[in-house]
Structures are given as structure tokens and as C-alpha cells.
């Protein structure tokens, strides 16, 4: 047997023996397999070493556990490790903590989140390389530009195991390894036929239903010289919307309080945003709806209290139901408002084919040639979508319209309502939900192809293990979404009777029309936009015509392409021998290129609708990196020498040549020492770096739209890392804090954003130490302790509009330069459009501090007392990990973010894995815990009357059961106690770091032949 097949058999044994920190069944090795575990190959290092530890924090969940789990994706599998942060994106969950699903350019895409610093700085690979990016390179996603890998186009039925490792990676595999590594498995190397299929869905609402089918065939050929595995997995998942579960169609709202309680703010139910009705709301011409401020009503009831009317079903115009008004400018409790529940994704449907198939063939006795064809295609359409509004809140084409009260679409009802109420001219306020869904629909399809030669050699009696490979992968996105074309609209609006009926004014006075434009660049608009025009009738719910709405409407695509190419390197060879072992040492050499490119058509990068103008996005950067890794066995348990039972020392340095970012050093240096077998020391010191993306590069200046928390805000004024400094400078730039009440919390504005050039790498610093402990008093129980720290300098940051303004007015100075970003009018009110001016620079701090722990522990019951006497009691395993973060802080130009012991961020985070083994039947039980969280921090005390989100417990169960070696079946609970998230975590927006699905029902089979 070669050491490289050796090496490969040690890698299976790896995947199903206990270590510290995995999910494994128990297995029992044999003394044959004693010899292959000499040569395992561990995420973190590229040298083959004796163990399956390394001088780093590490976890494995492999194809059992996953299965047992009934995890349908590779990313949901790890979100629920504790060291990894909030999702990166569907479901339901962004980089930010309360953003959801709905970003335009990233629906149904899934990334991961090492320690929460952003799915940007967690390096995924593949089979230990690395793997095509599907983030596009766009603003409007969920995730942070960077070279993220959506998990979605992995195969769940074709791993083998997934191993992280937190730091550590960037010496080994390069830039953006800042957080950590996931190494995904896959089975390429694999004999038989599986075929498996399942289904699942809630257990209350029958919705979000999911549908698997995966099959798995591997054989030999040429008499064993070669091996071919193909896989085929078609999953389908279907969506929700968030008012379809009672805890979140309650409609919970942190708001500003209405004096009585003492504290600023206040939870209400039903928040709906009363400023526009769906059929219209009316107010005298010019007028804002400000219904909790008394202004806007047109008449009064028969008791002489002020009364607003909108528009009904049927033309007519009737009372509006305003609700219980809140302090807050446009926020009701209950009433006929915008309810946003209704209008917000849970789920978003996904559609996933994927195709996989490995090869490898010994073409000598030392040499193998080996390949890897990746091809993925998914499908994501938006349930619902906010719709086009009308209202004083937003300016330009989205402001309320104003029409007269002869207008020839009102119905005779309406008009005679209007006459006695004496307004001859009136202002709308509306949600056009009756105009087009403008849901996205995302295509995404995705090639990847690995070709290789690996191998060894003799050289000086030491063996040379070699691998060469070579990477081609693309990305492609079509992005489709219904849009109003604004002039259009405006046409279709804009109707005169001619005595015969309505008619557009464009179509009966030609003179009235504006310069034709004629064909829009990039998209086909009819050459003659005016006598096409059809009248569009905008007084009720349902009152347009699918006439009026073909007219005005269009389709915006977008689309995105990511390009990768890779030549790698790598060798490694025992060097000479130390009296604990031999010197290992692995070198090598990758270029790599990226290239990524995202454009609209005439509709979007012209303005043409009602989203701001997207501009092309294009670029590419290469890297040339090398590195050299050693491994120093120092000590070994046969030398018998006292207190240093095992001992070794390994490092690795790489260069990495940006080719815009420029050279950068990167290293780690550590060690283990055992002073006895129980007990073993680990520890390690590592620099790293994240290259800029092509968003951060290369992003033209860009309009993009923005909701803020104003400092200014009488709700936030006294909050802050300095509130005093902040009252006092809002009330130097002439706010009224006592009474401002700023839009931007409710309405977004419109700014500008760019890419740079001329950014550098992020640099982060990190060490982490802990200690394994063995004890042999209890047999097969691994602990893992480690501590982790990791400081990000220099990391690139586009700074929201709320970094902005708490950057101007935290300031221990004012005015500062970030003053001047953004404008105020003479109402103290942001600007729109161009209201802010943002744009990628270095200029933020990370840092994250916490403790892991990994454990595992393994017993065949027939050794307990009292179950000594039964025959076959079966087995018990215990696994699981915990987080303890101490610190997560983000410092950018002086104003700091403490995001800890929020809930993506708990000081306490355990998860514990019960497994029972009886015979052909597998139970297990996992048992989540959060502990207690508060929804805000820097915060005034009079804030929030109550600010803690209790501690939470979710409980999953599996039962695997075989009926023989072909047949196995299962049945999965997740969240088997239906555990809700609190109304508080609702209204602030992390409802998602929980789960806000409810008891999920899944069950399946798997046929192995």
C-alpha cells in the first residue's frame, strides 16, 4: 500500500473515530487500522501526522450526525455549532441580526458565520480547496461583499464530514481565513448504490414544506485502478410568510413611549404604519397624513373628533380606522394601516439541483490522476414584497399624489363625497399592493471542475507526497423583478374626460407630451409610450385595470457573473528525524484569479422604476501566495521522560501578493505539550488577512437607500457610548431634542456609495490556547477548552447612515468630517435623494474574545451497574460544544459597537447531543440553550422598561432505525416543544436567532445497495 492510499483510508478512520470536539458514532478500531492512522491529513495543516488533534480549536460533524439530524444542507448543520454566528443569509437571516431574507441580489443563498465577524472572513473549502463564490457583487445582499461560498450547491448526500478550524487557516489556505475554516468532505472515493429520499414540514401549519430526493453511485474500475461516484440531489422547499405564524402575525413593536410608564420606550402590539392606506388615504392637497399628530383628516364624526377617509373596494370613499396612535410619527396600534408582517418573507421557496460526480485513477503505483465536476442550479421566487407607496414621507416619485376632485376615474359616489366635504382638490397616500407583487425571482446556476495529479516519490530514502490541481469554477445569476416605470405611471395617472370616457391626457392632447425618449438603453420600451397609454385608476383597493398595469409595468433584470481560477501546489516530506519523529515539512505555490461582474438593464441603471439607479459593477484581482508549513515532533510517550508525555511544535508562513491590495505576510506558530496522557496544553499565535472583494474595489458610485437610528431622535438622544456628548452636539446643530422625531427610523432615504481602489488587506491578529483533557479514570471521554482571541485592524467597512451620524454626534468635538456626509433640511429631516455620501475604506476595528468547549464521550451501558446483567443494554454517547464569548466589539472612527450578549451573540451558547445505540435502532436527542440576552446595549437605563430576552431551551429528536443492511428509515422532531420567541425579540427584530418556525416534522428512507 502507498502512503498516499494509506492516507486516504487514515481519513476515513478519522471521520468515524472519537476525537475531540466531533459528532461520531462509536466505532471500534481494529489493530489493522493502527498503521493508516499514522497518516491523517487535518483541516488546518497540510502535513500528515500521527492523531487527529491539532494546536487549534476544531469540530467535526460528519455524514452520520447529519444524517441522524435529518440536516437537509450543510449550513444548517452548521449554524447550530455554537462558535458559529448568526446565518449568512436565507433563511430569514443576514449578516445583520435583524435583516431578513428579502435582499434583491441574494434570495435563497446560505452562507456561514465563524464567531459572528461577518460570513466575509470564514474561508470554505472543498476537498481542502477552495471553491467558486455566488456573492454578488452588488449592495443590495444580505452578506458582506467577500468571497463567500453559498452551501447550497453542496450536495448534503455526497459528505463525508465537515471539519472547522477557528483561526489558524490563512498560513495554510490563504486570505479571508480571519474567523476560521469549514472544510467540506465529500465521499470521492465510494462503492455501492444509495438512494434516499424525505419529506418534511411543520407540524401546526403544514407550510414550508421540503421535499429530498438524493442518490449516491460509486464503483471501481479496471480491476480496481480507478473509481467513479456520481451524485444527483433535487431538493424543493416551499416558503411562508411571516403573518402566517400567530407569534409574528401579532405584530409586535418596540415604539416610543407615551409618557406613563417612565421609560422611553414602549412594546405595543399590531404596530401598522397608518400614513397610507392600500386603497388610498385622502388629506386636504398638500397635507402630510400624520394621523397621531391630528393632521390630515378631512372631516369630523358625529362627535366632532377628527375623521380621515380612504379609498374603498368599490370607489367610494369611507372612514380610515387610525388605530390606537403612538408617540411615534407614523405608527398606529392596530387600525387600516401598512401591517408588515403581511409584506415580509419567513421562508423564501428554494429550488436546488445539484450534480456531482468524483473520479481517480492510479496511473502508476505513485501517481493518481483525479478530477471533480460540480453543477448546481437554484431557483428562488419571493412569496411577497413591500409594495410602491405614495405618502409624504418620501419624496420624489414615491411622494403622495395630488389630483382633483372631478377627476374623471373617481366614481359619481366619491365625487359627491368629496363636494360635501368641500375639498375641490386632495392629496393620496397610498400602498399600491394592486400593482404588480415586484417579487424577485433568482435563477443561479453554478460549474465547477477540479483536475489533479497527486502522488510521492523517494528522494534521499524520504518519501515526497505531491499534489497538483487546477480549478475552474463559475457562478452565474439572472435576477428578474416586476418594476413601475415611473413616467409612465405618471402618464397613466394623469386622465381628462373627452366625452367618450377617461382618456390619458398623452393620448388626447398630444401637445401635453413631454420629449419622447424613445428606446431605453439596454431594455425594448414601446417606441411610442403615449398612445399605448391606459388610464390607471388609483382610487380603491383592486381598482386597476391589468390594462393600466401592463402599461406601466416592466421587467428589470439583473445579472451576475463570478469567475474563479486556481493552480496549486503542494508537497510535503518528512526532512530528517527527530528522536520523537521525523521533521515534516509541506511547501507550495497558488495563483489564483478572481473575476466578478454584476449589471442591470436600462430599467434599473437608468432609474427607470421606482428602485434607485444600479450601476455595473466589474472587476478582477489575482494573488500569487506561497507558504511553507513545518510540524516538530518533540517529545514522544515511548521516550518516558517525566512531565512532558508528548510534545510538538508547528508553524507555517505564507506570502500572499495581492494584485491590488499588494504583499502581505501571514503566519502561525504554536504547539502541544502533554505533560501525562490525560491532559494535553495547546496553543497557537496567528496573523491573517481578507482580501478586498470586487464590491469593495470596484462599486461605481452607487445610490443606495438607508433607514437610520438618528442620534437626534428624542428616542435615542440619551443613549449611545457617550450621551452626553451626543445631546449636546444634536442641540448645537440646532435640533429640538426634546421633540424630534426623525423620519429616517420609518422611511428610507436615498444616498451614495462607491467602491475604492485603492483599499488594503484587513490584517487580523488572533491567538488561541486551551487544553484536551483524556482522562483515563473514565473511559473515551475527550474535553477540549480553548480560548480564542481575534483582533481585526484595518477592516473594511461602507459605513451606514447610522455609523455616519453617531460618528458626528458621539464625537467629543463637533462638527467632525462625518458631519458632513450627509444633510439635514431646514426641518432637521435627512435629505433625500443624495442625503448621504458613504463608501468602502479601512477604518474599523474587530474584536472578538470567548471560550469553546468541545466534548465527547462514549459507553456501552452493559458496563454500568444495574445494566451489567441485560443483555445487550445498548450504548451511550455524549457530544456537543459551547460558546462563551467575552467580548465582540466593532470601533470605527472612534464610535464603538458592543454587540455582545446580544442574541447572536449570548454569553452562553451550549449545545448537547444524547445518542442512544440499541441494537438497529438510534435515538437521539440534541438539546439547545441560549442564555439570557437583552435586546439593546449602550443604552440609557429609562430606555426599555424590561431589555432581557429570557434564556431559551430547543429540543430536537432523531430515530434512525435499520431494518437490515439495505433499508434504513427515520423520523425527525425538530423544536419538539414548539418553543416561540419572545415578543420582545420580535419587535427588536432577532426573533430569527431563534426559531420563529415551529415543531418541524421530517421523515425518510435510504436504500444502500
Known amino acids: 500500500m502507498s502512503i498516499y492510499s494509506k492516507r486516504k483510508l487514515g481519513l476515513f478512520v478519522a471521520a468515524a473515530t472519537l476525537s475531540a470536539g466531533s459528532f461520531s458514532a462509536p466505532v471500534y478500531a481494529e489493530d489493522d487500522q493502527e498503521e493508516a492512522i499514522e497518516e491523517v491529513v487535518v483541516t488546518g495543516s497540510r502535513i500528515p501526522r500521527t492523531g487527529f488533534d491539532t494546536m487549534l480549536p476544531a469540530n467535526v460533524i460528519n455524514s452520520e450526525f447529519m444524517e441522524r439530524r435529518a440536516y437537509t444542507n450543510v449550513a444548517d448543520a452548521l449554524n447550530e455549532v455554537t462558535s458559529f454566528g448568526s446565518p449568512g443569509s436565507s433563511p430569514g437571516v443576514g449578516d445583520a441580526a435583524n435583516a431578513s431574507d428579502q435582499a434583491t441580489y441574494s434570495g435563497g443563498q446560505n452562507y456561514v458565520n465563524f464567531f459572528g465577524m461577518g460570513s466575509q472572513r470564514t474561508l470554505t473549502l472543498v476537498n481542502g480547496k477552495r471553491f467558486v463564490s455566488s456573492s454578488t457583487p452588488s449592495l443590495f445582499t444580505n452578506q458582506a461583499p467577500g468571497l463567500q461560498v453559498d452551501l447550497n450547491v453542496i450536495p448534503g448526500s455526497m459528505v463525508e464530514r465537515v471539519e472547522t478550524v477557528a483561526v489558524g487557516g490563512a498560513p495554510i489556505y490563504g486570505a479571508d481565513a480571519i474567523a476560521g475554516t469549514v472544510n467540506v468532505i465529500l465521499k470521492d472515493d465510494f462503492e455501492g448504490l444509495e438512494i434516499s429520499t424525505s419529506y418534511g414540514e411543520t407540524a401546526d401549519e403544514g407550510d414550508i414544506e421540503e421535499t429530498v430526493f438524493e442518490l449516491v453511485y460509486g464503483g471501481n474500475f479496471d480491476n480496481g485502478r480507478g473509481n467513479l461516484v456520481v451524485g444527483i440531489e433535487i431538493n424543493d422547499r416551499g416558503g411562508a410568510v411571516r403573518s402566517d405564524r400567530d407569534h409574528l402575525a401579532a405584530g409586535w413593536q418596540w415604539r416610543t413611549s407615551d409618557g406613563t410608564t417612565g421609560f422611553d420606550r414602549q412594546l405595543i402590539p399590531n404596530g401598522t404604519a397608518n400614513i397610507v392606506a392600500n386603497g388610498g388615504l385622502i388629506t386636504p392637497l398638500g397635507s402630510p397624513a400624520l394621523v397621531n399628530f391630528g393632521l390630515g383628516s378631512v372631516t369630523t364624526d358625529a362627535d366632532g373628533n377628527p375623521q380621515w377617509l380612504a379609498f374603498q373596494p368599490d370607489g367610494s370613499l369611507g372612514p380610515y380606522d387610525i388605530g390606537l396612535p403612538t408617540p411615534d410619527a407614523v405608527w398606529s396600534i392596530g387600525g387600516d394601516g401598512i401591517f408588515f408582517p403581511s409584506l415580509n418573507s419567513l421562508y423564501t421557496p428554494v429550488n436546488r439541483k445539484i450534480a456531482t460526480a468524483f473520479a481517480n485513477y492510479d496511473l502508476t503505483d505513485n501517481i493518481e490522476l483525479y478530477g471533480e465536476l460540480y453543477i448546481a442550479n437554484t431557483e428562488t421566487e419571493e412569496l411577497v414584497n413591500q409594495p410602491a407607496y405614495q405618502s409624504a414621507f418620501f419624496p420624489q416619485e414615491s411622494a403622495a399624489l395630488n389630483f382633483s376632485a372631478d377627476h374623471p376615474l373617481l366614481t359619481p359616489t366619491a365625487r359627491q363625497q368629496l363636494a360635501d366635504i368641500g375639498l375641490t382638490e386632495f392629496s393620496l397616500h397610498r400602498a399600491s399592493v394592486d400593482l404588480g407583487s415586484g417579487n424577485v425571482v433568482n435563477e443561479g446556476e453554478l460549474w465547477r471542475i477540479v483536475a489533479g495529479l497527486r502522488g510521492d516519490f523517494e528522494i534521499a530514502d524520504r518519501t515526497v507526497s505531491w499534489d497538483f490541481a487546477w480549478i475552474k469554477g463559475e457562478s452565474k445569476a439572472t435576477i428578474t423583478q416586476d418594476e413601475i416605470i415611473n413616467d409612465r405611471f405618471f402618464y397613466a395617472i394623469d386622465v381628462v374626460d373627452v366625452g367618450n370616457g377617461p382618456e390619458c391626457r398623452v393620448v388626447a392632447d398630444p401637445s401635453s407630451r413631454p420629449p419622447q425618449s424613445g428606446e431605453a438603453d439596454g431594455i425594448f420600451l414601446r417606441t411610442n409610450t403615449f398612445d399605448d397609454c391606459v388610464p390607471l385608476n388609483l382610487f380603491g383597493e383592486g381598482a386597476p385595470s391589468q390594462a393600466a398595469k401592463d402599461y406601466i409595468g416592466a421587467v428589470a433584470t439583473a445579472s451576475s457573473l463570478i469567475e474563479q481560477q486556481v493552480y496549486s501546489l503542494n508537497a510535503n516530506i518528512g526532512l530528517f528525524d527527530l528522536p520523537a519523529g521525523e521533521f515534516a515539512v509541506a511547501v507550495g505555490f497558488e495563483h489564483r484569479e478572481e473575476k466578478g461582474s454584476f449589471g442591470t438593464d436600462g430599467v434599473t441603471r437608468l432609474g427607470l422604476g421606482r428602485s434607485v439607479p444600479v450601476d455595473s459593477t466589474s472587476g478582477a484581482y489575482e494573488t500569487d501566495e506561497w507558504y511553507a508549513e513545518i510540524y516538530a515532533p518533540v517529545v514522544s510517550p515511548d521516550m518516558d521522560i517525566p512531565l512532558v508525555h508528548s510534545a510538538s511544535i508547528e508553524g507555517a508562513f505564507r506570502q500572499v501578493d495581492n494584485s491590488f491590495a499588494g504583499k502581505d505576510d501571514v503566519h502561525t506558530i504554536g504547539g502541544r505539550w502533554a505533560p501525562i496522557a490525560d491532559i494535553e496544553f495547546r496553543g497557537n499565535a496567528t496573523r491573517s488577512v481578507r482580501a478586498p472583494a470586487i464590491t469593495e474595489l470596484f462599486l461605481p458610485l452607487s445610490g443606495t437607500n438607508s433607514f437610520a437610528n438618528d442620534p437626534c431622535d428624542q428616542a435615542n438622544v440619551d443613549s449611545g457610548p457617550a450621551p452626553a456628548n451626543r445631546r449636546a452636539n444634536c442641540i448645537a446643530a440646532g435640533i429640538d431634542v426634546e421633540t424630534f422625531s426623525s423620519n429616517v427610523r420609518n422611511a428610507s432615504v436615498q444616498g451614495l456609495t462607491g467602491g475604492n481602489i485603492n483599499l488594503n488587506n484587513e490584517i487580523a491578529d488572533a491567538y488561541t490556547y486551551g487544553v484536551i483533557l483524556r482522562p483515563r479514570w473514565v473511559e473515551d471521554l475527550t474535553v477540549a477548552i480553548d480560548y480564542v482571541d481575534i483582533e481585526v485592524e484595518e477592516s473594511i467597512e461602507n459605513f451606514s447612515l447610522t455609523q455616519i451620524m453617531e460618528s458626528c454626534y458621539d464625537?467629543?468635538?463637533?462638527?467632525?468630517?462625518?458631519?458632513?456626509?450627509?444633510?439635514?433640511?431646514?426641518?432637521?429631516?435627512?435629505?433625500?435623494?443624495?442625503?448621504?455620501?458613504?463608501?468602502?475604506?479601512?477604518?474599523?476595528?474587530?474584536?472578538?474574545q470567548g471560550t469553546t468547549v468541545e466534548f465527547d464521550w462514549f459507553s456501552d451501558l452493559s458496563t454500568w451497574p444495574g445494566f451489567k446483567n441485560l443483555d445487550n443494554p445498548g450504548a451511550l454517547s455524549i457530544?456537543?460544544?459551547?460558546?462563551?464569548?467575552?467580548?465582540?466589539?466593532?470601533?470605527?472612527?472612534?464610535?464603538?459597537?458592543?454587540?455582545?450578549?446580544?442574541?447572536?451573540?449570548?454569553?452562553?451558547?451550549?449545545?448537547?447531543?444524547?445518542?442512544?445505540?440499541?441494537?438497529?435502532?438510534?435515538?437521539?436527542?440534541?438539546?439547545?440553550?441560549?442564555?439570557?440576552?437583552?435586546?439593546?446595549?449602550?443604552?440609557?437605563?429609562?430606555?426599555?422598561?424590561?431589555?432581557?430576552?429570557?434564556?431559551?431551551?430547543?429540543?430536537?429528536?432523531?430515530?434512525?432505525?435499520?431494518?437490515?443492511?439495505?433499508?434504513?428509515?427515520?423520523?425527525?422532531?425538530?423544536?419538539?416543544?414548539?418553543?416561540?420567541?419572545?415578543?420582545?425579540?420580535?419587535?427588536?427584530?432577532?426573533?430569527?436567532?431563534?426559531?420563529?418556525i415551529g415543531r418541524y416534522l421530517r421523515a425518510g428512507v435510504k436504500v444502500s445497495l
Open 811 to 848: 464625537a467629543s468635538s463637533y462638527p467632525t468630517a462625518f458631519c458632513g456626509q450627509f444633510t439635514r433640511g431646514a426641518d432637521g429631516q435627512i435629505v433625500s435623494p443624495n442625503g448621504f455620501v458613504s463608501g468602502y475604506v479601512n477604518a474599523g476595528l474587530r474584536t472578538l
Open 879 to 996: 457530544s456537543g460544544n459551547m460558546f462563551f464569548p467575552s467580548e465582540a466589539e466593532t470601533l470605527i472612527q472612534g464610535a464603538v459597537v458592543d454587540n455582545l450578549n446580544l442574541p447572536f451573540m449570548a454569553e452562553e451558547q451550549i449545545q448537547v447531543n444524547f445518542t442512544y445505540f440499541w441494537n438497529n435502532l438510534t435515538v437521539l436527542w440534541q438539546t439547545r440553550y441560549i442564555g439570557e440576552t437583552v435586546v439593546e446595549t449602550d443604552i440609557s437605563p429609562t430606555r426599555y422598561p424590561d431589555d432581557t430576552l429570557d434564556a431559551v431551551f430547543f429540543h430536537n429528536l432523531g430515530v434512525t432505525y435499520e431494518f437490515n443492511e439495505m433499508v434504513t428509515v427515520s423520523l425527525n422532531v425538530n423544536n419538539v416543544f414548539d418553543e416561540e420567541p419572545e415578543k420582545s425579540a420580535i419587535a427588536r427584530g432577532y426573533d430569527v436567532q431563534y426559531d420563529n
